[in-house]
């Protein structure tokens, strides 16, 4: 503010370009203590709009403590429609599990729901860790994007070269990039729902 009302003293800059510039400094001045106040609120207000995710730091915290207690339970990737239905099947069996799903929306309707979920990127070794990998016995892919399931698949091998995998893919094209991964036990969407219809009518039947 100074340094401006110097220029404009000594002809430095236009009066048509300084004034309008020294106005909005003033402004802001006065507009700063105010926005300083009432930063959490307009942060939270721009968080919910924008669904800005957390720190990866805090996700993998948040992870740790759900799974904590957790031991040859299942990883389910993914809380879309196919995840809470397989979480669903799981909960009525009493088999422990922990969905991990990127979608804040989502991991809100799981949460709603009952699933076990968590806020996570389950492409990311830090959120698979977290989410207690070293001591699952399966791991079930089934978001229907072919690119996340594969770095998903690609980051488990790396870690646990041995545990079983279950993917859901949309096609066969998806299906057999993920064949070539071993221990990767492939489904097609269709013949999954297939699957689940023949075993309800196997339960209604006995």
């Given at each position: 503010l100074l340094l401006l009302g110097m220029a404009l003293q000594h002809r430095l800059i236009p009066a048509a370009i300084a004034q309008p510039a020294l106005v909005a400094l003033v402004l802001s001045m006065a507009i700063a203590p105010l926005l300083i106040r009432q930063h959490e609120r307009w942060a939270g207000l721009l968080t919910r709009t924008t669904q800005l995710a957390q720190p990866p730091q805090a996700e993998e915290s948040d992870i740790a403590v759900h799974?904590?207690?957790?031991q040859d339970h299942i990883i389910v990737c993914g809380a879309g429609r196919l995840g809470l239905a397989v979480s669903h099947a799981l909960?009525?069996?009493g088999v422990p599990h922990l969905l991990l799903e990127a979608s804040d929306a989502q991991v809100q309707d799981a949460r709603a729901s009952g699933a076990p979920v968590c806020y996570g990127d389950a492409s990311r070794?830090?959120?698979l860790l977290a989410a207690g990998l070293e001591r699952a016995r399966l791991l079930i892919?089934?978001?229907?994007?072919?690119?996340p399931a594969q770095h998903t698949v690609a980051t488990v091998r790396q870690h646990r070269p041995d545990l079983p995998i279950i993917?859901?893919?949309a096609n066969e094209h998806d299906a057999e990039q993920l064949r070539?991964?071993?221990?990767?036990?492939?489904y097609l969407e269709a013949a999954a729902i297939g699957?689940?219809?023949?075993?309800?009518a196997l339960a209604w039947a006995a």
């Open positions: 799974a904590c207690q957790l909960r009525e069996r070794s830090a959120s892919v089934t978001y229907r994007q072919p690119i993917a859901v893919c070539r991964q071993p221990g990767v036990c492939v699957v689940a219809l023949a075993e309800a």
